[in-house]
């Protein structure tokens, strides 16, 4: 049984259709990349899975348990984690205290903004705190403010937010874009980690080519909230329908 199962999803907004009879299926401990043109619906379908939207039509199972009905909290419960298209952190408190908010929240459910002082009395709150950020490669940087970080570890530090909830399937939107290529390659490493370590199935939403070819076992291909392709990097990239959607038959 495939750990992520999207069957025929519809998502509208008004007259407009964004993602169109989505079927698609996820199997435990694979990475799978998701592509296409801008608009093609590739963020609407990661937003569909974590419940940030409702589904029009159609049904989303994980772990072959239905989560449409499911709040988005729920759903992080549940094992399904996702890092977003732009850093998402708390800039005035320090490396460590971001990573402990995520922590607690996922040790103990939902929480109110009067607990900061209480941090330190949860031993397995930071201990989850540290193992993530050791993970993302930040552990040395815990008593750094989170807004002097340089941009690529702010995002390694939202990767780390993203593992607190220990997640079965992670989901990564974007997760390189604005950085240099030095950060780039440093993220790239750490997702290859993140699989092969960790033993995470990853699903990444991403626009750079040459990532997409070099760390995923499958690829999907969305167009016009269609998917138009779906298999290996190399089948994929000898598509005709994905060469015509991206480059009008150019061979990527």
Do not use: C
Not at 66 to 83: F, M, Y
Not at 189 to 196: G, P, R, S, T, Y
């Amino acid at each position: 049984m495939p750990l992520l199962e999207l069957d025929d999803v519809v998502k509208e907004f008004g007259g407009l259709v964004a993602t169109d009879h989505v079927s698609l299926d996820v199997n435990e401990g694979e990475h799978l990349s998701i592509i296409g043109p801008n608009g093609a619906g590739k963020s609407t379908l990661i937003n569909l899975v974590t419940r940030m939207l409702d589904v029009t039509d159609g049904d989303i199972r994980f772990k072959g348990d239905s989560i449409v009905a499911l709040e988005p909290h729920e759903v992080v419960q549940r094992g399904i984690g996702k890092s977003f298209q732009t850093a998402s952190i708390f800039p005035e408190l320090t490396v460590e205290e971001n990573a402990e908010i995520a922590a607690l929240a996922a040790e103990h459910g939902e929480f109110r903004f009067n607990f900061l002082k209480h941090l330190r009395d949860y031993t397995e709150v930071s201990d989850l705190a540290h193992r993530t950020l050791d993970a993302v490669g930040l552990l040395e940087k815990v008593d750094r403010r989170a807004a002097d970080l340089p941009y690529g570890d702010k995002r390694r530090l939202e990767i780390s937010i993203a593992l607190a909830s220990e997640p079965d399937l992670l989901l990564m939107d974007e997760p390189t874009a604005g950085m240099s290529p030095e950060e780039t390659q440093s993220t790239v490493d750490l997702i290859e980690e993140l699989k092969e370590e960790l033993g995470l199935t990853i699903v990444l939403v991403e626009h750079d080519m040459e990532i997409v070819f070099s760390v995923s076992d499958r690829i999907a291909v969305l167009n016009r909230g269609e998917i138009i392709a779906e298999g290996t990097p190399d089948e994929v990239q000898g598509d005709p329908d994905v060469q015509e959607a991206y480059l009008g038959g150019v061979e990527l």
